[in-house]
C-alpha cells in the first residue's frame, strides 16, 4: 500500500523523509516545496482501504504546511476519535485497518493524551515565497478576509508555534485511521480494489493515451496539407469519415472494413495509422502481401515522416532489423510483407515489446485464405491477440466472404460499404455479342450490343475472341488491361494485336516511346527482348514475372504517364500494384489450366475505372459458348469463404505455430497450448477437422511430431493426482528453426548441409556459401539441361569443382548425365538440381547481369530474378538459424555479408544507392552517374534538379526518393544515437 515503506516510523519510514525535507527548508529559504511531485514520488494514499467519510490526502497536508492555515488537523483527528462508536462496531474498524496504521493509533492515543486543545497554525498571508495558495478552502478565505487589518505573524517565521509538516501527516494519518467504515470484509474490498484498478488502467488506456493535436480527425492541419500537396486529396468521401468517427474504433476495437477496388480504403487506414503515431505515440505495423507494394509504400509514406517526425522501416527479403531498434526519440512505422511481418512479430514477444506496438494494420486480409502465407497471417495476428491487450488490429479488404469468421477470430467490429468513386459495369461477351451482367435478369445476363468492327476470314481466324476488336473501341485515347491465363499467352496476344493496328499508332507520343526502348536496353545492357521492341511503338507492351524488377518498373511508370495505352498481363498484376484502366479485358476465364475463382476475378475487373481521371469503368470477360453456365455462376456466385491453412500440407501450419509458441514461451504445456488454439481462426471453422478428431486430437499429434524430430523435448514438472505433469521445452534445433523461419521440412537437411560444410568449407570463391543459401523449395522448379551443367562445371576453376565434389555431386555423374551414359552409382537429385541453381547463382554474382546469364542457362530472365530474390530471403533465414547454434559461429560473419550481396546484385558502388526505396538498378546507375553516388547526395538533393538531370524521371517519383534517402538516414542517425547512448550510459531523462 505505501510502497516501500513498512510504517510510520523508523528511519526509512515516509515520515523520516520528511524530517529531511523539513530540514533543507529550513536550511534553505530558497527551497520550494513541491508537493505535487512528492506525492507522486512516494505513492501514498494517505486513507485506510475501507471506504471513509472523510479523508486527508497528501496534498492537503502539504498545501497546509506551505500555507499555515488554521486548521487543526489534531482536533479534527480527535472529534472522530470521541465520536460515539459501538465497541463491537470499533473492532471491527480496527480488524479492518492496515498494521502499519493500527501500529500508528496507538502511537497517537499517546499524542493525544498531552493535548487538550490543538495548536492554532496561524497564517497572515496566501502566499508562500510569493506563490498564492489556492487549495486553502473557502471557509477559511472568509474568516481570514475578516482580519486583513489585524497585524500578522507568519507561521513559518514562528519556530516555537509552527506545527511541523510531520505533525500534519500524522494528524492526517490519525484522523484516517479513526474514520468509520462499514462493515465489509476484507477480503471483498481488496477484490473490489483489483477490480476497480484494472478497470482505472484500461479507461486510462482507452480515452487518455489520445492526444487530439489537430482538427483533422486529431490530427494537425497539416496534415490535410500534406495530403492536398502531394496526393491531390482535398475532401475526403463520406464513407471515409463515417468510417474514421466510428464508435469502435473510439473505444480502440478491432475493426475489419471491406469495400470495392479504388474506394479509397487506404486513405482511411494512413489516418488511423497517424493518429497512431503521433497521437497516441505508439508504433505501427502496416503488413502487404508483396514486396513491390511495401518499397513502394516506404516511398509514399517516407514523405510523410520526415515531414512529421516519425520513421519508416522496410521489412521485405532481407530488409529489416529483427528485433528492431528501440527508438527513444521517434516512433516507428514498419511497412512489411506477410513473412517479414510474422518474423518481426516474434522478435517483439521475445523481447517484452509486444505492446509497443498500439496498431497493426493489414491489407488484403482475405489473404489468410491463401496456402502456407495465409498460415503466417494467421499466426502472426493469433499471437497479437493472444500476447497484447492494447494493439488495435485494422484489417481490410475488396473481396470478403465470411465475415463473420474473422469477426470472431480478430474479435472485431465489421464496416462496409458499396460506395465505388467511378462506376463499373460487368458485361461478358460470347461470341460477337455482348451482355451486361445483370442480377434481376432471368438468365442472370440483359443483351447489350453486337460487335460492329469488321473482320476479314483470315482476321477471323487470327482473332477468333475479338481481342482487337475490344481494345481499340477504347485505345489509344485511354488506358486497357488484358488479362491472360498464363505469361505466354501476355506475349502472343500483345504480338497480335500490334499486327492489325493502323499505322497511326505509332506516330503517337513516338519520342516518348523510342526513349522507352533505350531505357529498357539500357536497363537489359543492350539486350531488350524481341517482342517489347515490336510492341512499344504500337504503345502496347506485357507484364508478368518473367521480366525483371527493372523492366516491371519501368514499363509501370510508361503506363501510367499514358506512354502505354494497353498492357497484357498476368493475375499477378491484379493484386500488385496500382495500375488502372478505362477498360479491363478477361481474356478468358482461367487461370492457367485451373477455372477462376470469384475472388480473382473481382480483383481483376476491380482495375477498371479511374478516379478523377475516367467518368466509368468497364469489364468485358470473353467466354466460350460451353463455358456459359460456368461464367454465369462465376460472376452471381458470392465470393469464396477464407479457410484457415493451418492443417495445410501436412499439418506444417499447426506444427510451425506450436514450435514458435514453446520457443516464445507463450505456452510451456500441452494445456496451454491447446488453450492458445482456442484463439486462432482454425477453432473457428471446425468443419475443418478431419473426421473423428478434435483440436485437442490435432494439437496432440502436432506436439508428438516435434518431439519426435528433435524440435521439442519434455522436462517434469509435478505429480499432481498421481499424475506427472511434464513442460515443454524447445531445443537448440527447434530454436534455430522457428527464430530462422526455417520450413519444417527442410530444417534436417539445412542443419546436415551446414554441418558438412563444417568438414570442408571452401571459401576460395562463394559458391559452396551459395549451395548452402540456396532455397530448398526452387529445386523442384529446376529442370537442368545437362549439356548446359556439363559445360558450366567444366568452367569452374579446380577449386570450385571441388565444391561440386563436397556436397555429393562427382564430376563422373554431370558427365555421364551429359553424355547420355547410364548411371550406376545415384546421386541424390536434389542435391543435384540445388548445386545447378548454386551455379545459377554463382554466374550471376559474378556478372550482375539477370540478361546475359538468363541466356547462358537457357532460361527465362523472370525465373532468375526469382531464383535470386528467394535466395536473398533465404540466407537471412539461414543467417538467423546459424545464429542460434554456437557449432555455426563461423557462418554468421559469412552469411551477413553474402545476404547483402544477394539483396542487391550490383556493383559495390551502386549499392548504397539500392538501399534507398524505389530505386532499382537502372535507377541507382542513372543517378550514380549524375553524380549522387551516396544517400546523403540524395537526401541533399532537390527534386526539381533531380527531374531536370535524371532522364524519365516525374516529379512525384523524384519527391519519393529524396523523402525515402532522408528516412534512410534519419533512422541510421537515430540508431548510432540509440547505440551511444547505449555505450556511454547516458541516461534517457537527460536532454
Known sequence: MFGDYDSFSGNTSLLAEVDVIEQRSAQSPDFVLDSESLESRTAVRLQSDASVERTFSFAECINSFRSGAQHDFLSSAKEQRESPLKPTDEDEVLECLPSSQLLFLKQSDECFAGHDTAACVKQGDDHVNGCPDKTTNQSYKTEHNKKDNEPSTSALSDPTRRKSLKDLLKSAMAGNARATAPLVSKSKELKAAVV???????????????????????????????????????????????????????????????????????????????????????????????????????????????????????????????????????????????????????????????????????????????????????????????????????????????????????????????????????????????????????????????????????????????????????????????????????????????????????????????????????????RLCPVLKRTIPFGIAYHHSGLTNDERKRIEEAYSSGILCLLTCTSTLAAGVNLPARRVIVRAPYIATEFMKKNQYKQMIGRAGRAGIDSAGESILIAQEKDKQLVRNLVHSPLESCYSNLLLECNRGIRSLILSLVGLKIATSPEEVYYFMGSTLFSVQPQLLPKEKSLWDITVEALQWLKQNGLLKERAKSESEHRLQYNLEITHLGQATYKGSVNLAYCDTLYADLKKGLEGLILESCLHLLYLTTPYDMVSQCNPDWMIYFKQYNQLTPIEQQVAATVGVPESFITKKASGQAIKKDVDSGTVGKLY?????????????????????????????????????????????????????????????????????????????????????????????????????????????????????????????????????????????EEAEELLRIPTDIP
Open 196 to 526: 476497480a484498478e484494472e478497470t482505472d488502467l484500461a479507461q486510462e488506456t482507452t480515452d487518455a493515451s489520445f492526444v487530439d493535436i489537430g482538427p483533422f480527425y486529431g490530427l494537425p492541419t497539416k496534415v490535410k496539407e500534406l495530403l492536398v500537396k502531394w496526393r491531390g486529396i482535398e475532401n475526403l468521401y463520406d464513407w471515409q469519415h463515417d468510417c474514421l468517427t466510428l464508435e469502435s474504433l473510439k473505444q480502440r476495437k478491432n475493426l475489419i472494413y471491406s469495400l470495392p477496388t479504388s474506394g479509397g480504403k487506404t486513405l482511411v487506414a494512413e489516418i488511423l495509422i497517424l493518429q497512431e503515431l503521433l497521437c497516441r505515440r505508439m508504433d505501427v505495423l502496416m503488413i502487404l502481401p508483396y514486396v513491390a507494394i511495401v518499397q513502394e509504400k516506404v516511398g509514399n509514406l517516407s514523405a510523410f515522416g520526415m515531414e512529421l517526425g516519425f520513421l519508416v522501416e522496410e521489412y521485405a527479403g532481407s530488409k529489416g532489423k529483427i528485433p528492431p531498434i528501440k527508438r527513444r526519440l521517434k516512433k516507428s512505422l514498419y511497412v512489411s510483407t506477410i513473412e517479414k511481418g510474422h518474423s518481426l512479430v516474434n522478435s517483439l514477444i521475445e523481447t517484452g515489446r509486444i505492446n509497443d506496438l498500439g496498431l497493426v494494420v493489414v491489407d488484403e486480409l482475405h489473404m489468410i485464405g491463401e496456402g502456407s502465407r495465409g498460415a503466417f497471417l494467421e499466426m502472426t495476428l493469433a499471437k497479437i491477440i493472444y500476447t497484447s491487450k492494447t494493439t488495435q488490429i485494422i484489417g481490410m479488404s475488396a473481396t470478403l466472404s465470411n465475415v463473420g469468421d474473422l469477426q470472431q477470430f480478430l474479435k472485431a467490429e465489421y464496416y462496409t460499404s458499396n460506395f465505388r468513386p467511378v462506376e463499373l459495369k460487368e458485361y461478358v461477351k460470347i461470341r460477337d455479342s455482348i451482355y451486361e451482367v445483370d442480377s434481376t435478369a432471368e438468365n442472370g445476363f440483359t443483351f447489350s450490343r453486337l460487335l460492329e468492327y469488321k473482320y476479314s476470314s483470315n482476321l477471323q481466324k487470327v482473332d477468333p475472341d475479338h481481342l482487337i476488336a475490344l481494345a481499340t473501341e477504347v485505345i489509344p485515347k485511354y488506358s486497357c488491361l488484358v488479362f491472360c491465363p498464363t505469361k505466354k499467352n501476355c506475349e502472343n496476344v500483345a504480338e497480335t494485336i500490334c499486327k492489325y493496328l493502323k499505322r497511326d499508332y505509332k506516330t503517337l507520343r513516338e519520342r516518348e516511346k523510342r526513349d522507352l526502348i533505350e531505357d529498357l536496353t539500357n536497363i537489359c545492357n543492350g
Open 837 to 977: 541453381l548454386s551455379l545459377v547463382l554463382h554466374a550471376l554474382l559474378k556478372e550482375t547481369n539477370i540478361w546475359s546469364v538468363a541466356e547462358k542457362f537457357n532460361t527465362s530472365r523472370g525465373f532468375v530474378q526469382t531464383l535470386l530474390n528467394s535466395s536473398a530471403s533465404f540466407s537471412s533465414s539461414v543467417l538467423h538459424f546459424c545464429e542460434e547454434l554456437d557449432e555455426f559461429w563461423v557462418y554468421k560473419a559469412l552469411f551477413a555479408e553474402l545476404s547483402k550481396k544477394l539483396t542487391y546484385c550490383v556493383k559495390a558502388e551502386l549499392i548504397p544507392l539500392m538501399e534507398v526505396a524505389g530505386v532499382l538498378e537502372a535507377r541507382a546507375k542513372q543517378l550514380y552517374n549524375a553524380g549522387y553516388k551516396t544517400v546523403a547526395h540524395l537526401a541533399n538533393a532537390n527534386p526539381e534538379a533531380l527531374v531536370e538531370t535524371i532522364e524519365h524521371l516525374s516529379r512525384r517519383q523524384a519527391r519519393q526518393i529524396v523523402s525515402s534517402a532522408k528516412m534512410l538516414l534519419a533512422e541510421k542517425a537515430e540508431a548510432l544515437q
